[in-house]
């Protein structure tokens, strides 16, 4: 079945360093690919997200890129903060279904070292 | 404007018996969608609903699961003869469409002792 496999599971950087998150896919008739950032005991919340017409979105530090003929998407966070600290998701939409049913992958702790 | 709201914030109740969830998703969303997230996990998915109709239950674990939206706005997840195997944060997630953006509610977290 659809599966996303997210590397790596936790990653530590200095304030102002560059984070960058990797998930790779399994389903090639995914075509929305959404990042969610999730502080602890709080909601997923989406940060950036991105359909497979394109190739790269940008919004201010974050950025995702897409391959999908590798099927593989990543988030890259620039100047990081400690306020990011946080556990970061990235997701698949289940292409071959009608339904919006995510894929999540197992998540990465990020933390920011100030 | 209002987000996606869970009843109860917490639930803890024993081994074997019966719990309902609720989840108000925001005005206007057609589609929504429950969640299970156990600890240092992904949310895994569990039911989705396109209007009233359940179209994708496919990730309900077993029988012991059913969720129901009757009206088309708030959904009730339904839990019978609890295990402690349950146990885990249901998030509900709602959006304009199943091709929109999802925004989650803050969850339930279930505790069957």
């Known amino acids: 079945g659809e599966n996303v496999e997210q590397h790596p599971s936790t990653l530590s950087v200095q304030e102002g360093d560059s984070a960058v998150i990797k998930c790779t896919y399994s389903?090639?008739?995914?075509?929305?690919f959404p990042w969610y950032k999730q502080e602890l005991g709080k909601r997923p919340q989406l940060i950036i997200d991105?359909?497979?017409?394109?190739g790269e979105k940008k919004d201010q530090r974050i950025a995702v890129t897409l391959n999908k003929t590798a099927k593989h998407f990543s988030l890259h966070i620039t100047e990081t903060q400690p306020e990011d600290s946080a556990v970061y998701f990235c997701?698949?939409?289940?292409?071959?279904?009608?339904?919006?049913?995510?894929?999540f992958g197992q998540g990465t702790t990020l933390q920011v070292k100030p | 404007g209002a987000g996606v709201s869970q009843t109860p914030s917490n639930k803890v109740t024993e081994k074997g018996k019966y719990v309902e969830l609720r989840c108000d998703p925001i005005?206007?969303?057609?589609?929504l969608y429950w969640y299970r997230q156990s600890l240092g996990q992904g949310p895994e998915f569990l039911i989705y609903?396109?209007?009233?109709?359940?179209?994708?239950d496919s990730g309900l674990p077993n029988d012991r699961f059913f969720a129901v939206r009757p009206e088309g706005s708030v959904s009730t997840l339904k839990i019978q003869r609890t295990e402690r195997g349950d146990s885990a944060v249901y998030l509900c997630a709602s959006s304009l469409n199943r091709k929109e953006t999802q925004y989650f509610g803050p969850g339930t977290r279930l505790l069957v002792l």
């Open positions: 005005s206007g969303h057609t589609a």
């Open positions: 389903d090639s008739a995914s075509n929305y």
């Open positions: 991105i359909r497979s017409n394109v």
């Open positions: 609903f396109q209007g009233t109709g359940a179209a994708d």
């Open positions: 997701a698949a939409i289940h292409g071959s279904s009608n339904t919006g049913k995510l894929i």
